[in-house]
Each structure stands twice: as structure tokens, then as C-alpha cells.
């Protein structure tokens, strides 16, 4: 009986030391970063943020095998923001940013969206745009694959 407990105590252990030191970092899954309210007022602008989370998260996904994903999926989490409809886009860079769904924030500033675009394993941010087209939160890059 001793053994057995002290072989559990052991592996458990050691266990802890694997994922303390971050053998685990940098594989795939799920990345958050926060949104933040940008003042940019060019229509053609697709900005990220440095992620500082003032204003909710983004959580993006790229789900399959690691290097392999066919699509991106993840949430938007508007928290006290400006009350109204926003155009969520989903981008690499400024360049590379294409709209992926609505978000309706209600009296309170809150809305939610879900994420779902073809693509690959690699760099992705969100940008909120209001109703007239203007960069009103962006979140910063993250990396999944």
C-alpha cells in the first residue's frame, strides 16, 4: 500500500514540474486577447490593438491537426462598450481582414459573437467596426495552429 501511494505522489509531481515549466507552451488550441477601443476614423483601416483587455476578449481557435487547420473559430466578448451594431472582421493584418459576423451590444454595452471563417494555422486579430465603418475596438494578434 505504501508504494502504491508514494508511486502517486511521484508522478504527481513530477507531472506538476512538466506543466509548471511550460513543456506544453506554444502547441496548439485556443488564444485570448483583449479588446480595447481604437480612435481610428479611416474606413479602410483594420488596426490591432496591443490586447490590453479594457473592454472584453477574443478567443480564437484554428481546430485540427497542429500546422493543418482548415477554418477559424472562436468568441467576441464586448464588455461596456458603446451600445449599437458592429460589423466583427477577422484579420492577419491591415491588409488581410475580412468580415466574419455582427455583434449588438445592448443598453449596458455588452453583445457577443461567435467566429467562424475558412483559414489556416497562423496569426489572426478582431476588429469591431461601427455602423459607419470606422475601427471601434481591436484585439490584439494571436497565434494558432
Avoid at 506554444?26 to 483587455?53: E, V
Amino acid at each position: 500500500m505504501r508504494k502504491v501511494i508514494l508511486g502517486g505522489i511521484a508522478v504527481s509531481a513530477s507531472l506538476g514540474m512538466v506543466l509548471a515549466s511550460g513543456a506544453f507552451a506554444g502547441g496548439n488550441g485556443a488564444q485570448r486577447s483583449g479588446l480595447q477601443p481604437k480612435t481610428t476614423t479611416s474606413t479602410t483601416q483594420c488596426d490591432a490593438s496591443d490586447g490590453t483587455p479594457t473592454n472584453g476578449f477574443v478567443i480564437v481557435n484554428a481546430p485540427g491537426k497542429p500546422g493543418s487547420a482548415r477554418f477559424v473559430n472562436g468568441e467576441v466578448s464586448l464588455k461596456n462598450g458603446v451600445p449599437g451594431t458592429y460589423t466583427v472582421w477577422l484579420a492577419t493584418d491591415s491588409n488581410n481582414c475580412t468580415p466574419d459576423g455582427m455583434l449588438t451590444a445592448n443598453e449596458q454595452g455588452n453583445g457577443n459573437a461567435h467566429l467562424n471563417s475558412m483559414g489556416t494555422s497562423g496569426t489572426y486579430y478582431v476588429v469591431l467596426k461601427d455602423a459607419s465603418g470606422n475601427e471601434a475596438y481591436a484585439s490584439a494578434p494571436v497565434p494558432v495552429s
